[in-house]
Every structure is written in structure tokens, then in C-alpha cells.
């Protein structure tokens, strides 16, 4: 008999969390898994008492579903979810809906959009954000596919969904992989975040010696401002936690990073793009540098940098470091948007831009007030070229950025890593400056490869080649544009 208003396959603690988040708000949820035995264990744990209904088949899974049928799969990325697609396709019929909730790659889920929709199956990418408490108590969802789909889904979404102001972190992103996409560029401003808050801290404390309990402090400060976010609340909160012998716990945390590839995705989407996400690139290669933690003791043996010492103000100095902090997250945000906006012209997407930062307020990890100065700047304009052009950013930038190179300079000065505050920062200037040097650059191109060069007193458009060493002719190389 139908009676499951959806279904959900993958019970690890994302899909249990999102199971008892619907069944909070009202709806009855049938529930799936390869391992049979977690669908009992569920049942008799934390669904008990529950409407959840636990399935042993996917045949009979899918038997309880009301039509039209709603799937939705928290499986790993990659194979799993095409081999669930594939169990599930004998027992569906036209108007059925699959949803992908993992964190899949957007050109997976633009392939699968459009072979489920020669078969009339209607197929959802949904990024989703905030961690297994996300899951549970308000995500922030990001949905996008097939757009026939998102009348069946949307009152289920924006229900179980984080609210910010009343108003749900869950819109329609668009079509194909749109919401998985934006569920990319979010992890990858994740990673610029946690980086610059880390460059931030290994300042504080190698530059300035904070001890913990000074660290936490600072960083309980810096929440109740303009930098009032998950991330620093988090920080702040893991200053506090001592090991079992009294010793701060994050001194003795092995410094060597994980990743689990959105970043890269989002760094090498921003190559095909031509897009300079400086920023988040740097922070993917910042995880990549501590992995090589055997070499860096070694090297730390042989390479030597500056002796100096901080002298000066420290109340001032922790004020520029907050300072570069904030005017680098608003670089980061910056790229971010701008490969956004690329990726709608160039993959025909019709993105809402005040929408995903409203999506972003609430539920997930990047969650912050910030973002509600991104949600005014395109309500304000939503032909925004770039986020460093709203007024509120600009002012921010002009006031902040005295601090924000001292930073840069003086981490250079005293031989301390800062590699995000340094490239957020020659962006900046690169962003603002009307010409550069790759005049230089294309003449060198043009110089050992006829590569071509256009001209300030030509229209855009014309190339040229010049025979710079006499010996090349007038025969020019093809070229593209990335």
C-alpha cells in the first residue's frame, strides 16, 4: 500500500538526520538501505516512535511510495548513485522522481538529468550543507534538474530547510547539474574560509605568541562583529577543549590536512572557465602543502628564513589581522560569484545570485551575517558584474585595506606563511589595475610562437604578429582563449 509521502536510500547519519528532520515536519518517510540490517537498527534507534516506515527490498520500497514516486538517494558520489539509478528504474514509471542528495560532481548530474528524462523519470541534483546537524534540525538545500520536478519536492525542502528572517535557505537553482554546481563553489569558499581563519589564528599565535585561552578570546570577540559565522563560533569554541592532561587539544593535532575533492573540482572548473579563483586555489594547495609533513621537518633543518620579531602594537596588529581576515573573505566571496556567473553564460543557466546567498545564511557551514550583505548587493543590482563594485564592499575594502597590507607584509617580514591574505590581496591590486603586464607576456608569445597580440589603437578583435627577430616571416600560430 502507497502511504510515504518520499523515500530515502542511504542510512548513514546525513540520510538518518534528514529521515527524522521530515518526520518532524509531518511526513511520512519510507526508508532504504544496502544493508538491510541498519533499516531495523534505524527503526528500533533513532526512529522509534516514529511514522518512518523500514523497507527490506527496494521492490517493496518502492511499492510504499505515493506517486508520483520521490527517491531520495544518500549514497556516496560516483558509481553507487548510477547503480542505485539502475536498481530502481524496473520498478518506476513516467513522472517518477529520482534525487541525488550526495555530493556529486554537476557534469554526473547533468548526464543523469538527461538520460532519466528520455525515460520520463525526473532527476533532481540537490546540494545539501551543514553537517549531520544541518541534516537533522535545517539544512541549507541547493536544488537543480529537471525543473518539472521541484513542484513535487519543494514544500518537503523548504520545510525540513534552515530559515533565516522566516524566509526557507532552499530555492530552485535551475536546470541540469545548477544546484550540485552551486553546492561545488560553496565547499570551495569553504575551504578559502577555513584558511584564511587558520592564517588568521597562526598569526595570533606565531607572530604575536596568544596563548589558547588568548586565542579564544579574540576569536569570541571577532563573532559578535561583522565576522559573526559558523566557522568562527566554531573556532572559538575548539580553544576552549583541553586534552586529557590539561594541555590544549589543538596543539597536538597532527598538522596535515584532509580533502574530499570539492575544492578541486572547483579550482579545475575555474581553469576550464578561464575564471582566476585565486583564493580557493590557494587553500586547495594549502591542504596539498601539509600533506607533505615528513618533507617539512626535514626542509625546516636546511631552509632558513628570517630571525625577526614582531615589535609593535599587538592590540593593533590583532585589529589588521581581523582587518586582512574580513577583506579576504570578501575576495574569496568575490571569485566565488564571478565563476558563478561564468558558469551560468557559458553552461545557459538562469542563476539567482541574491537567491544562494540566501541559501547560504542559514544551515550551512559558511553560514554568516556576511551573506546578507551579498543577498542586499544583487537585491540591489542583480547585474552585478563583480562583488568588489557594490557600494558596501567598496567601502569596506577602502577602509580595511591599510590594515590588511600590513598583514601582508609584515607575515613576509617575519617569514610566516600567509598564502590566502597574500593572493586575496594581489587580486585585489590585480582587479584595480587598468593596465598589467601581460602586454609583456603576449609579446613574449608572440616573439617564440607567433602567437598573435591585439593593440590598444585597434579595435578589440584585430591580432597581429610582428617578426620580432627578423628571421620568423608573417606566418602566425592559432590561438584560443580559456
Same mark, same amino acid.
Given at each position: 500500500?502507497?502511504?510515504?509521502?518520499?523515500?530515502?536510500?542511504?542510512?548513514?547519519?546525513?540520510?538518518?538526520?534528514?529521515?527524522?528532520?521530515? +518526520?518532524?515536519?509531518?511526513?511520512?518517510?519510507?526508508v532504504? %538501505?544496502?544493508?538491510?540490517?541498519?533499516?531495523?537498527?534505524?527503526?528500533?534507534?533513532? $526512529?522509534?516512535?516514529?511514522?518512518?516506515?523500514?523497507?527490506?527490498?527496494?521492490?517493496?520500497?518502492?511499492?510504499?511510495?505515493?506517486?508520483?514516486?520521490?527517491?531520495?538517494?544518500?549514497?556516496?558520489?560516483?558509481?553507487?548513485?548510477?547503480?542505485?539509478?539502475?536498481?530502481? #528504474?524496473?520498478?518506476?514509471?513516467?513522472?517518477?522522481?529520482? &534525487?541525488?542528495?550526495? +555530493?556529486?560532481?554537476?557534469?554526473?548530474?547533468?548526464?543523469?538529468?538527461?538520460?532519466?528524462?528520455?525515460?520520463?523519470?525526473?532527476?533532481?541534483?540537490?546540494?545539501?550543507?551543514?553537517?549531520?546537524?544541518?541534516?537533522?534540525?535545517?539544512?541549507?538545500?541547493?536544488?537543480?534538474?529537471?525543473?518539472?520536478?521541484?513542484?513535487?519536492?519543494?514544500? &518537503?525542502?523548504?520545510? &525540513?530547510?534552515?530559515?533565516?528572517d522566516?524566509?526557507?535557505?532552499?530555492?530552485?537553482?535551475?536546470?541540469?547539474? $545548477?544546484?550540485?554546481?552551486?553546492?561545488?563553489?560553496?565547499?570551495?569558499?569553504?575551504?578559502?574560509?577555513?584558511?584564511?581563519?587558520?592564517?588568521?589564528?597562526? #598569526?595570533?599565535?606565531h607572530?604575536?605568541?596568544?596563548?589558547?585561552?588568548?586565542?579564544?578570546?579574540?576569536?569570541?570577540?571577532?563573532?559578535?562583529?561583522?565576522?559573526?559565522?559558523?566557522?568562527?563560533e566554531?573556532?572559538?569554541?575548539?580553544?576552549?577543549? %583541553?586534552?586529557?592532561?590539561?594541555?590544549p587539544?589543538?596543539?597536538?593535532?597532527l598538522?596535515?590536512?584532509?580533502?574530499?575533492?570539492?575544492?578541486?573540482?572547483?579550482?579545475?572548473?575555474?581553469?576550464? #572557465?578561464?575564471?582566476?579563483?585565486? #583564493?580557493?586555489?590557494?587553500?586547495?594547495?594549502?591542504?596539498?602543502?601539509? *600533506?607533505?609533513?615528513?618533507?617539512?621537518?626535514?626542509?625546516?633543518?636546511?631552509?632558513?628564513?628570517p630571525?625577526?620579531?614582531?615589535?609593535g +602594537?599587538?592590540?593593533?596588529?590583532?585589529?589588521?589581522?581581523r582587518?586582512?581576515?574580513?577583506? *579576504?573573505?570578501?575576495?574569496?566571496?568575490?571569485?566565488?560569484?564571478?565563476?558563478?556567473?561564468?558558469?551560468?553564460?557559458?553552461?545557459?543557466?538562469?542563476?539567482?545570485?541574491?537567491?544562494?546567498?540566501?541559501m547560504?545564511?542559514?544551515?550551512? &557551514?559558511?553560514?554568516?551575517?556576511?551573506?546578507?550583505?551579498?543577498k542586499?548587493?544583487?537585491n540591489?543590482?542583480?547585474?552585478?558584474?563583480?562583488?568588489?563594485?557594490? *557600494?558596501?564592499?567598496?567601502?569596506?575594502?577602502?577602509?580595511?585595506?591599510?590594515?590588511?597590507?600590513?598583514?601582508?607584509?609584515?607575515? $613576509?617580514?617575519?617569514?610566516?606563511?600567509?598564502?590566502?591574505?597574500?593572493?586575496?590581496?594581489?587580486?585585489?591590486?590585480g582587479?584595480?589595475?587598468?593596465?598589467?603586464? $601581460?602586454?609583456?607576456?603576449?609579446?613574449?608569445?608572440?616573439?617564440?610562437?607567433?602567437?598573435?597580440?591585439?593593440?590598444?589603437?585597434?579595435?578589440?578583435?584585430?591580432?597581429?604578429?610582428?617578426?620580432?627577430?627578423?628571421?620568423?616571416?608573417?606566418?602566425?600560430?592559432?590561438?584560443?582563449?580559456?
Amino acid at each position: 500500500m502507497a502511504e510515504a509521502d518520499i523515500g530515502l536510500i542511504g542510512l548513514a547519519v546525513m540520510g538518518q538526520n534528514l529521515v527524522l528532520n521530515m +518526520n518532524d515536519h509531518g511526513y511520512t518517510v519510507a526508508v532504504f %538501505n544496502r544493508t538491510v540490517s541498519k533499516v531495523d537498527e534505524f527503526l528500533e534507534g533513532p $526512529a522509534r516512535g516514529t511514522r518512518v516506515i523500514g523497507t527490506h527490498s527496494l521492490e517493496e520500497f518502492i511499492q510504499k511510495l505515493k506517486r508520483p514516486r520521490r527517491i531520495m538517494l544518500m549514497v556516496k558520489a560516483g558509481d553507487a548513485v548510477d547503480s542505485f539509478i539502475q536498481q530502481c #528504474l524496473p520498478y518506476l514509471e513516467p513522472g517518477d522522481i529520482i &534525487i541525488d542528495g550526495g +555530493n556529486s560532481l554537476f557534469t554526473d548530474t547533468n548526464r543523469r538529468c538527461r538520460a532519466l528524462k528520455e525515460k520520463g523519470i525526473a532527476f533532481i541534483g540537490t546540494g545539501i550543507s551543514g553537517g549531520e546537524e544541518g541534516a537533522r534540525h535545517g539544512p541549507s538545500i541547493m536544488p537543480g534538474g529537471n525543473p518539472q520536478a521541484w513542484p513535487h519536492v519543494k514544500d &518537503i525542502f523548504q520545510s &525540513i530547510s534552515a530559515k533565516v528572517d522566516g524566509e526557507p535557505c532552499c530555492d530552485w537553482v535551475g536546470e541540469d547539474g $545548477a544546484g550540485h554546481y552551486v553546492k561545488m563553489v560553496h565547499n570551495g569558499i569553504e575551504y578559502g574560509d577555513m584558511q584564511l581563519i587558520s592564517e588568521a589564528y597562526f #598569526l595570533l599565535k606565531h607572530a604575536l605568541g596568544l596563548k589558547q585561552h588568548e586565542l579564544q578570546v579574540v576569536f569570541a570577540k571577532w563573532n559578535e562583529g561583522d565576522l559573526d559565522s559558523y566557522l568562527i563560533e566554531i573556532t572559538s569554541k575548539i580553544f576552549e577543549v %583541553n586534552d586529557e592532561d590539561g594541555s590544549p587539544l589543538l596543539d597536538k593535532i597532527l598538522d596535515v590536512a584532509g580533502q574530499k575533492g570539492t575544492g578541486k573540482w572547483t579550482v579545475i572548473n575555474a581553469l576550464d #572557465l578561464g575564471m582566476p579563483l585565486t #583564493l580557493i586555489g590557494e587553500a586547495v594547495f594549502a591542504r596539498c602543502l601539509s *600533506s607533505l609533513k615528513d618533507e617539512r621537518v626535514a626542509a625546516s633543518a636546511l631552509l632558513k628564513g628570517p630571525d625577526a620579531k614582531f615589535t609593535g +602594537n599587538r592590540e593593533e596588529f590583532t585589529h589588521a589581522i581581523r582587518q586582512a581576515l574580513y577583506s *579576504s573573505k570578501i575576495i574569496s566571496y568575490a571569485q566565488g560569484f564571478m565563476l558563478m556567473k561564468q558558469a551560468a553564460a557559458d553552461y545557459k543557466w538562469n542563476l539567482n545570485y541574491g537567491a544562494i546567498a540566501l541559501m547560504w545564511r542559514g544551515g550551512c &557551514i559558511i553560514r554568516s551575517q556576511f551573506l546578507g550583505k551579498i543577498k542586499e548587493a544583487f537585491n540591489h543590482n542583480p547585474d552585478l558584474k563583480n562583488l568588489l563594485l557594490d *557600494s558596501y564592499f567598496l567601502q569596506e575594502l577602502q577602509q580595511r585595506q591599510q590594515g590588511w597590507r600590513q598583514v601582508v607584509a609584515k607575515s $613576509a617580514e617575519l617569514g610566516i606563511p600567509a598564502p590566502c591574505f597574500s593572493t586575496a590581496l594581489a587580486f585585489y591590486d590585480g582587479y584595480r589595475t587598468a593596465q598589467l603586464p $601581460a602586454n609583456l607576456l603576449q609579446a613574449q608569445r608572440d616573439f617564440f610562437g607567433a602567437h598573435t597580440y591585439e593593440r590598444i589603437d585597434q579595435p578589440r578583435g584585430q591580432f597581429f604578429h610582428t617578426d620580432w627577430s627578423g628571421t620568423g616571416g608573417k606566418v602566425s600560430a592559432g590561438s584560443y582563449n580559456a
